[in-house]
């Protein structure tokens, strides 16, 4: 299933070569953090990091070390 995006998230994903796999592997695995104001941040800790590079293919994981950023019943 694809994450809904705004087109200001698409253009930025774009941008920044972030691709929608990518986003998907870090929904999937990254850590959330709340902050202020009902609003939550998703990023790759070293946990993260470790879960998603045992998953799914390395040459994805080494592309993705690359960018700031990663729900595909097939990963794990």
């Given at each position: 299933?694809e994450?809904?995006l ?71």
């Amino acid at each position: 299933m694809e994450p809904l995006l705004s087109p200001h998230a698409k253009a930025r994903m774009q941008q920044r070569a972030i691709s929608a796999e990518a986003l998907e592997r870090l929904l999937d695995f990254g850590r959330e953090q709340h902050l202020a104001r009902d609003k939550d941040i998703v990023f790759f800790d070293r946990k993260a990091r470790a879960a998603a590079s045992r998953c799914r293919d390395a040459s994805l994981w080494a592309t993705m070390r690359g960018s700031a950023s990663a729900a595909s019943s097939s990963w794990c």
